[in-house]
């Protein structure tokens, strides 16, 4: 299999890390089968050394591992913003180990040995999960850029458009004429190449 320092690909990659080689080959080797792309590494460190945060994918971290464990990557990785789901599994079933997981937004915890079928359906929980994650980033970058191009008073306007305040409501609420606001609506409308308000709803809830 081979491996480089950063992957270019958008190719969703599921990234395995354990100090056992054998646990490592194992299940890449059931990864592959099921036709997806998988990565290995001998520890976290060398994970997040190689690691690019715009590789979709997902990663299965042992718990126990020398240098950094499953936990503390997923606490680096919550640390660092990337919101690469996770899954942990482990040959030695902790209870607190588990809870602290799933608290950090694990996708599941999984003891060893664990049932192939029940660890692919997790992988695929995993991709979509962080394809859904990139999705929404990708809409929120998106709101932010377009508004991005209204002034404030442009913005406050939206806001209250957003709302379904009317015009009138709209110019009490600012201190402003009606015909400003009718103004201000208008130039929303061009900037953003939008023509109603419910487009201009959709394009609010994307806003972080």
């Not at 194992?26 to 590789?55: C, D, I, K």
């Not at 999960?129 to 404030?152: F, G, I, T, V, Y």
């Not at 201190?175 to 606001?181: A, D, H, K, L, S």
Request: some cysteine.
């Amino acid at each position: 299999m081979t491996q480089t320092d950063k992957t270019s690909t958008g190719e969703p990659t599921v990234f395995i890390i354990d100090d056992d080689e054998a646990v490592r080959d194992a299940l890449s080797v059931l990864v592959e089968v099921a036709g997806l792309s998988v990565r290995t590494f001998v520890n976290a460190l060398e994970f997040l050394h190689r690691y690019s945060p715009e590789q979709p994918g997902c990663v299965v971290a042992d718990l126990r591992m020398p240098f950094m464990d499953g936990l503390e990557l997923q606490e680096e990785l919550s640390r660092r913003g990337c919101g690469l789901p996770v899954i942990i599994i482990t040959a030695h079933g902790e209870v607190s180990s588990a809870v602290t997981a799933f608290r950090s937004g694990a996708v599941d915890f999984l003891e060893k040995p664990f049932d192939d079928g029940v660890f692919l359906r997790r992988i695929h929980e995993a991709l979509q999960r962080d394809a859904h994650q990139r999705r929404d980033r990708s809409a929120a970058e998106s709101a932010l850029a377009k508004l991005a191009l209204l002034s404030p008073r442009e913005r406050d306007v939206a806001a209250l458009m957003v709302e379904g305040c009317a015009n009138k409501a709209i110019a009490i609420r600012l201190g402003i004429g009606v015909r400003t606001v009718e103004t201000h609506r208008a130039n929303i409308l061009s900037k953003l190449d939008i023509r109603t308000v419910p487009e201009l709803m959709r394009l609010w809830m994307h806003i972080p």
